[in-house]
């Protein structure tokens, strides 16, 4: 997938003065061969001008990292570690960080090669609170070689979010349907973030897209397409506007996005786009989005602005769906009821149209909009991708601004059931562990818009981490039966 930062994390050791700098070496020449041997070396560079023991070794081991094209930081605490030193280290450095610490090998080192990483943990963590600084410190962040380095690898779907938000820019092509003020947030929150936004009129889109008319790379998109729709290629006479309007949004993102390395795109589908470009934008959404360019629909930015930490995280497509409807209890007897162990509340349908990228569904078929043929001409409706989503874990989450600029998060993980579904979209049958308490308690209760990113397996724990990393006030999850969310009523039925 293009569109996705790579990371090369440097792997920076320090240590405190007064202890033996050989311990922070040889536990540093550990840690890498340790990451090495389970993960390749291709995403880490262990620093080797010095270990950090003052600020002047601070200085010429950001000035390596950097020369090397390190992009995100590991500072690895061999022994105590200087912890000004070291948190002004990740105070410098321009791009995540994470903090973890070598743990004592044997009985052997107790007697006079004790490294107390353990309590320098403990230093090192109230000395970033002092300088204000965000760092990712693992749940448990000190272990032997092995152990951290599993830690190091935990870090880099992180990473990748946080680089690429750094250099992202939402392009949004408005306004909004009308009746659709839930996708409208404050643009603050995105510049807190770090991340830019380019706000276009959808007639700029529009003559973008007929400038694009006879362009020559139209055929080579088009037999892209028919190959990948196969037999659910219903249309084959609207691949050539559709290719149009794909080249239109790509040649649009390469030559907008400016000083920033990575676009997503909010994008406005109806309702005057079909009358006027002839078909629905659902089945280029979806390509661009298995792309790894995210597009949300509805002029969704904060939807876009999740998709695209999903694709990040993940390094796959993701989509954005609506938490829809509910399942008619007849179907849920039939498909769910003792054979999945879940509760009818705990399911509902994930839809949208069809912007849900073909590798996702069974059996993909480019179709027209149902819903916007109910006000519109049905030949201008055609352009959607159907078919319902392959089963599998799923995570739903969502960042989100809110009216008086408070950045709220949520994530929960589930999974799509082999269920068939018996509607139309691109539409599966979601089951999340307390859906029901979840979506009142924390969808409802918290204003937020009937969009729900979701990447496609459990990344709650990377999702959760770029969140908190990221500063979210709130960080909710689809609590357990026996814990209450704030404000449920104790003396619920």
Not at 123 to 130: D, M, R
Request: net charge negative; hydrophobic share 40%; with cysteine.
């Amino acid at each position: 997938m293009y569109n996705i930062p790579a990371v090369r994390i440097g792997i920076v050791a320090v240590s405190r003065d007064c202890f033996p700098e050989s311990l922070a070496v040889n536990r540093r020449k550990a840690l890498v061969q340790s990451y090495v041997r389970q993960f390749g070396g291709e995403d880490i560079y262990e620093c080797p001008v010095c270990i950090v023991e003052s600020e002047l070794h601070m200085q010429a081991a950001l000035a390596d990292i950097k020369k090397a094209g390190c992009n995100a930081l590991c500072v690895y605490l061999g022994n105590f570690g200087p912890e000004i030193a070291e948190t002004m280290l990740a105070e410098k450095f321009d791009g995540p960080v994470m903090f973890c610490a070598a743990a004592e090998e044997n009985i052997s080192v107790l007697s006079s090669d004790r490294g107390d990483a353990y309590c320098g943990m403990l230093n090192a963590s109230y000395n970033l609170k002092l300088r204000g600084v965000r760092a990712y410190i693992p749940e448990y962040p000190v272990g032997n070689a092995d152990f951290c380095a599993s830690l190091i690898h935990g870090f880099v779907p992180i990473a990748r979010a946080i680089v690429g938000l750094k250099n992202l820019k939402i392009i949004t092509f408005g306004p909004r349907p009308s009746n659709f003020f839930a996708c409208n947030a404050p643009i603050q929150q995105l510049y807190n973030l770090g991340v830019e936004i380019e706000e276009n009129s959808e007639l700029d889109l529009f003559e973008s897209f007929n400038k694009h008319e006879g362009d020559s790379r139209i055929s080579a998109v088009v037999n892209n397409m028919t190959e990948e729709l196969g037999a659910g290629n219903s249309r084959p006479d609207i691949l050539a506007r559709l290719a149009r309007y794909e080249l239109t949004i790509l040649d649009w993102a390469a030559s907008h996005k400016g000083s920033r390395k990575y676009v997503a795109i909010a994008g406005k589908c109806w309702p005057a786009f079909q009358t006027q470009f002839g078909f629905v934008p659902c089945y280029v959404n979806s390509r661009l989005t298995g792309m790894g360019l995210p597009v949300s629909c509805e002029v969704d930015v904060y939807g876009a602005l999740s998709e695209y930490i999903g694709a990040c995280v993940s390094g796959e497509s993701v989509t954005l769906l609506d938490i829809n409807n509910t399942l008619p209890e007849e179907l849920y007897r039939e498909g769910i009821e003792g054979k999945f162990g879940y509760k009818l509340t705990d399911t509902f349908m994930g839809f949208h149209c069809g912007n849900t990228c073909s590798k996702r569904l069974i059996n993909p078929v480019m179709r027209n909009q149902k819903i916007m043929a109910r006000s519109l001409p049905e030949e201008v409706t055609f352009g959607t991708l159907e078919g319902d989503i392959a089963p599998g874990n799923i995570t739903l989450y969502r960042l989100q601004s809110t009216a008086d600029n408070r950045l709220l998060s949520y994530v929960a993980e589930g999974e799509v059931l082999p269920v068939r579904t018996h509607s139309f979209g691109s539409i599966g049958v979601f089951a999340v562990p307390e859906m029901g308490r979840f979506y009142r308690h924390v969808l409802i209760e918290n204003g937020f818009p009937h969009h729900g990113a979701v990447a496609f397996g459990r990344y709650g724990r990377e999702i959760y981490e770029v969140f908190r990393y990221l500063g979210a006030e709130k960080i909710d999850y689809n609590r357990p039966a026996n814990l209450p969310y704030d404000g449920e009523n104790p003396f619920r039925a």
